[in-house]
T-cell receptor, first 113, second 113 residues
Framework: GAGVSQTPSNKVTEKGKYVELRCDPI?????LYWYRQSLGQGPEFLIY????????DSGLPNDRFFAVRPEGSVSTLKIQRTERGDSAVYLC???????????FGPGTRLTVT | GENVEQHPSTLSVQEGDSAVIKCTYS??????FPWYKQELGKGPQLIID?????GEKKDQRIAVTLNKTAKHFSLHITETQPEDSAVYFC????????????FGAGTRLAVHP
């Protein structure tokens, strides 16, 4: 079956611009997670959704980062006033239930110039 | 909070040999430990996991062992093949809220024909 999909696969933007990254979870998965992976490191947790609500946003680095999941399926990660330090691969994962196995998408590589 | 350390950072083996990757965690209440394989340009792929109520789990050529007393867990790959070459990440699920995975820094495994 279809896995987690993310678009775009690559995004290059200028410092100060706004970007949106999209995640389409596995159908029927209620839990959705965003992680950020810098070069040579493991993924770092950003935010977790259970259904439509952000149940844990403790990993968001600052208020320039925001995410939504309005209908409990697709999620969008939004970054305002991008900085060069935001450059990383942004990974989305979903699980059938809270605490279940997490399945990752291919990621969006964000480059801020 | 939970902290996961992973060793070694790089591992080189000959085809057919075994490979072992070790991780330690800090929070004794963590209860779920997955392993992911990440190939270049792709998202992490769940390959095996173990929960804190068992000590060992095996799936064909891969196995995971868990020592709760020592707070460490290991991935064992037998009869390695060139297609096993990738970066492997261990992770731990801290007990609070089941909201996130805490990842190790990764091990780059190279299997030489």
């Amino acid at each position: 079956g279809a896995g987690v999909s993310q678009t775009p696969s690559n995004k290059v933007t200028e410092k100060g611009k706004y970007v949106e990254l999209r995640c389409d979870p596995i159908s029927g998965h209620t839990a959705l997670y965003w992680y950020r992976q810098s070069l040579g490191q493991g993924p770092e947790f950003l935010i977790y959704f259970q259904g439509t609500g952000a149940a844990d946003d403790s990993g968001l680095p600052n208020d320039r980062f925001f995410a939504v999941r309005p209908e409990g399926s697709v999620s969008t990660l939004k970054i305002q006033r991008t900085e060069r330090g935001d450059s990383a691969v942004y990974l989305c994962a979903s699980s059938l239930v809270r605490g279940g196995e997490q399945y990752f998408g291919p990621g969006t590589r964000l480059t801020v110039t | 909070g939970e902290n996961v350390e992973q060793h070694p950072s790089t591992l080189s083996v000959q085809e057919g040999d075994s490979a072992v990757i070790k991780c330690t965690y800090s929070d004794s209440a963590s209860n779920y430990f997955p392993w992911y394989k990440q190939e270049l340009g792709k998202g992490p792929q769940l390959i095996i996991d173990i929960r804190s109520n068992v000590g060992e789990k095996k799936d064909q050529r891969i196995a995971v062992t868990l020592n709760k007393t020592a707070k460490h867990f290991s991935l064992h790959i037998t009869e390695t093949q060139p297609e096993d070459s990738a970066v492997y990440f261990c992770a731990a699920h801290p007990p609070e809220g089941y909201n996130k995975l805490i990842f190790g820094a990764g091990t780059r495994l190279a299997v030489h024909p």
